[in-house]
């Protein structure tokens, strides 16, 4: 067995075993090493070159630590309020706040687990009592609502995409935004036929002389993507300084303005917040150490020819990656398909001339809806822990807003000025 090979058997060895994906690529790699002949401390020097110069990597344990501090004070519930007062009014208006809250929630945390266990938790709960909707139902709105998280900016996978690929992270959020509007509207058509059909419940209406206090009191909330946004784009800050002032501006509001979170959630919050990067950062330091592995054999740029032999267009090239990814996104976990499989097409795309920006927002989709996709979707297993609904009738739920997300990525692939028309009116050239 040649060392390539006997690495990655390896790496699923393990991974099946139970290790944590990020250990288990970087044993595999030690492995390959070892039959190289080559100096195993290429793996430290390969951690501490990527990790510790790695500047961008820094926005991910920050743009967490701000979902986890607005998830502790009373951000969330205002927010909540703020889209039930203007959307809860019509039939089906509950599960349209479901939506709505995912949009808004997004420009915050950029992370579709965030959203799902934050204000996902809170609405489907409010979705399920008194038996107003099913509770797989609930639970499926919610797991498809909260993959637009990480496509409307913020996005954590965007900065991964970013790490991997040299894309500008600022045009990357831009591109993100009209994509994930985009899932949104199919979601909410889909919700306005189903309420017809089923005959969802109607919410009684917030009186209209309450909206403006409800609206002034969600406002700092409301403000935070308008900080972060006008802070990248305006030069004034990076990407990665963006994310440590959402953190403090999170802080700052829960702690000062409404005066709702304590020190006990705050230590709470600051050490939820550092099991998720660690994680996360494990699964990023196997994945560049592993990265070099597929770098030495050189895999892309033998993947490249061997497609290139196909004679491809890019349109055709990229619904082929949407079906590998989506195919992967169904067994495997977002992060590592975004740091392993997918800068092993990125070759192509570029001799193809696919925009990075374009193909990078058409792989974060990809693999958002991987995370709704059975059998291995880890928003299912989230939301069915939340709510307790069966996994049969949540994965039966889903298959629609499933088939709406599909049409939307088909449209951002097949249209990439529809991607790409928001950077260019900042001064991208792509």
């Given amino acids: 067995m040649d060392p390539f090979t006997a690495g990655l058997v390896l790496i699923c060895f393990l991974a099946l075993l139970g290790l944590p994906i990020g250990l288990s690529m970087i044993t595999g790699s030690i492995l390959y090493l070892w039959m190289r002949g080559q100096d195993m401390g290429l793996v430290a020097e390969r951690l501490l070159n990527s990790m510790f110069t790695g500047y961008v990597i820094l926005a991910v344990p920050l743009f967490i630590l701000a979902a986890e501090l607005?998830?502790?004070?009373?951000?969330?519930?205002?927010?909540?309020?703020?889209?039930?007062?203007?959307?809860?009014?019509?039939?089906?208006?509950?599960?349209?706040?479901?939506?709505?809250?995912?949009?808004?929630?997004?420009?915050?945390?950029?992370?579709?687990?965030?959203?799902?266990?934050?204000?996902?938790?809170?609405?489907?709960?409010?979705?399920?009592?008194?038996?107003r909707y099913t509770r797989s139902f609930a639970a499926a709105l919610t797991a498809s609502s909260a993959v637009i998280g990480p496509i409307i900016p913020p996005s954590i996978p965007m900065v991964l995409y970013?790490?991997?690929?040299?894309?500008?992270?600022?045009?990357?959020?831009?591109?993100g935004i009209l994509p994930g509007l985009l899932m949104a509207l199919m979601l909410m058509t889909l919700v306005v036929v189903q309420s017809r059909r089923l005959n969802f419940p109607v919410e009684t209406p917030v009186p209209i002389r309450e909206l403006p206090g409800i609206t002034l009191g969600a406002f700092p909330a409301l403000l935070m993507p308008v900080v972060l946004l006008g802070g990248i784009y305006s030069g004034a800050m990076t990407p990665t300084e963006a994310a440590a002032v959402a953190a403090a501006y999170a802080?700052?509001?829960?702690?000062l303005l409404y005066r709702s979170i304590s020190l006990g959630q705050l230590y709470r919050a600051l050490t939820s917040g550092a099991r998720s990067s660690a994680s996360i950062g494990m699964l990023i330091a196997g994945a560049l150490v592993f990265n070099y592995v597929?770098?030495?054999?050189?895999?892309?740029?033998?993947?490249?020819?061997?497609?290139?032999?196909?004679?491809?267009?890019?349109?055709?090239?990229?619904?082929?990656?949407?079906?590998?990814?989506?195919?992967?996104?169904?067994?495997?976990e977002g992060t590592a398909i975004l740091l392993i499989i997918v800068p092993v097409f990125i070759p192509?795309?570029?001799?193809?001339g696919i925009d990075p920006v374009h193909f990078g927002v058409v792989a974060v989709v990809n693999i958002m809806i991987g995370l709704i996709t059975p059998p291995y979707g880890l928003l299912i297993f989230i939301m069915q822990s939340i709510t307790g609904a069966p996994l049969r009738h949540l994965i039966r739920d889903l298959i629609p807003f499933i088939i709406a997300l599909l049409v939307a990525l088909m449209i951002i692939t097949v249209f990439p000025d529809f991607?790409?028309?928001?950077?260019?009116?900042f001064g991208y050239q792509g």
């Fill in 70 to 131: 607005m998830n502790s004070g009373s951000m969330t519930d205002r927010l909540l309020r703020f889209c039930n007062a203007f959307v809860g009014r019509f039939r089906g208006g509950l599960a349209q706040v479901n939506i709505v809250q995912s949009v808004i929630f997004s420009g915050m945390s950029g992370s579709a687990f965030a959203d799902a266990a934050g204000t996902g938790r809170i609405i489907a709960n409010m979705m399920t009592r008194n038996g």
């Fill in 348 to 352: 192509t795309a570029t001799a193809l």
């Fill in 162 to 175: 970013a790490l991997v690929s040299n894309a500008s992270i600022g045009f990357l959020f831009l591109a």
């Fill in 251 to 255: 802080l700052l509001v829960s702690s």
């Fill in 419 to 425: 991607v790409l028309w928001l950077p260019r009116q």
């Fill in 294 to 332: 597929v770098t030495a054999e050189n895999i892309p740029q033998k993947l490249s020819i061997y497609l290139t032999g196909w004679d491809l267009t890019p349109l055709q090239f990229l619904l082929l990656v949407n079906v590998v990814l989506l195919l992967i996104g169904a067994l495997l």
